[in-house]
């Protein structure tokens, strides 16, 4: 058997143990689907015939996509009487809904406020404590009491009350089905009362699109501490710039505050030493990080275990200013499209069997001389 003939087997060999393990361990198939996903975008100015806002927040949307998605269109539909403005946007090659329907509803309003922990909750937590003990002592009779207390009692959402172990800051966790209900009972009276007069709650979780597997329909719960103000500490206005970076564990965001903001985060941060500092984009919380010494030079980073799409839209959001205008997602259409090419995978096991089959082939020329 001359050189070649052994050179190119051995390629084969190495080729095929390479594909054999790719088909092993990944969950990919060798022909991906791709996926184009259209959103019908609603915009109404939270002013009556204030088209300017309108048209402002049309463009702050396009911002954010052609920074995220660069291949994107966007059609300017219908726009009825200075009323609101119709717009469609299609995003090709992407599957997750969720993550693009949150950026064209999302106002990209920056807040950070300050957070009361578990230990401070001890009334409100005793309340619900309480509360959820009473879900079994009411039956179906009792439900004909027109008080709220009755009817939720019977529809109680499955809020747990214990802290997560992967994120202490958070007091519970609620079904994204029964957020709306949580939201009358946390307005209940006697709920109401067992709460700080400043607590202001808020959500933050990870939701995964419906076209992946494992979503997780799970949403934590946050209780801030506003000290009766109405705005935040820091907002949009307090940031100089914000990136996407890298660190050894990933995406992160890094901003640095404008001179104001440098002195309000530095003093923030000082008074909140141990504790953990809220920061929410559109009204979501995207992290809670525990302060460990006064932080100087107006320079701040989150991470949230967030992807490169992720971390770019929110430097993208706090790095401008606040949609203008409400922007509501009326529809969405996804498009299967069926792969033409191969997945990259297939390129390994090619380099496998040509880097083999060259080695072997020198190897055995070698030999033989």
């Not at 806002?53 to 059609?75: Q, V, W």
């Not at 946007?89 to 578990?118: A, C, P, R, W």
Request: glycine share 6%.
């Amino acid at each position: 058997m001359n050189i070649l003939v052994k050179s190119f087997l051995i390629g084969l060999v190495m080729a095929g143990l390479v594909f054999a393990w790719f088909d092993k361990f990944s969950s990919k198939q060798i022909m991906l689907p791709e996926y184009n996903v259209e959103h019908t975008v609603w915009i109404n100015s939270f002013e009556k015939n204030n088209e300017t806002d309108l048209y402002r927040t049309a463009n702050l949307l396009e911002k954010r996509l052609k920074g995220i998605f660069p291949g994107y269109e966007m059609t300017h539909a219908v726009n009825s009487n200075e009323q609101g403005l119709l717009l469609k946007f299609k995003i090709k090659n992407t599957e997750d809904t969720l993550f693009t329907q949150e950026i064209l509803s999302s106002d990209g309003l920056l807040e950070i406020f300050e957070m009361y922990t578990v230990s401070e909750l001890n009334p409100f937590l005793e309340t619900m404590a309480n509360f959820n003990t009473k879900k079994d002592s009411v039956d179906e009779k009792e439900s004909t009491d027109s008080s709220l207390l009755s009817e939720l009692a019977l529809n109680k959402p499955d809020l747990l009350i214990e802290p997560h172990y992967s994120d202490l800051s958070a007091i519970g966790s609620v079904n994204l089905k029964d957020t709306a209900e949580l939201g009358r009972l946390l307005r209940l009276p006697q709920i109401v009362k067992s709460l700080p007069n400043d607590a202001r709650y808020c959500y933050g979780s990870k939701l995964e699109s419906p076209i992946r597997k494992g979503r997780n329909d799970k949403m934590s719960l946050y209780m801030l501490k506003t000290r009766g103000r109405e705005k935040a500490f820091l907002q949009n206005d307090d940031i100089l710039k914000a990136r996407l970076d890298y660190e050894n564990y990933g995406p992160i965001v890094s901003f640095e505050f404008t001179e104001k903001g440098s002195y309000v985060w530095e003093n923030l941060t000082r008074l909140n030493i141990n504790r953990p500092l809220a920061i929410l984009v559109g009204g979501k919380l995207i992290s809670a990080p525990k302060v460990s010494e006064a932080i100087t030079g107006g320079r701040c980073m989150i991470n949230g275990d967030f992807t490169v799409a992720e971390a770019r839209s929110i430097a993208l959001m706090i790095s401008g200013q606040p949609l203008p205008a409400r922007s509501t997602v009326i529809e969405t259409k996804i498009e299967t499209i069926k792969a033409n090419k191969p997945n990259r995978k297939l390129l390994l096991p090619f380099a496998a069997f040509l880097l083999s089959a060259v080695a072997a082939f020198l190897v055995f020329k070698t030999l033989k001389a």
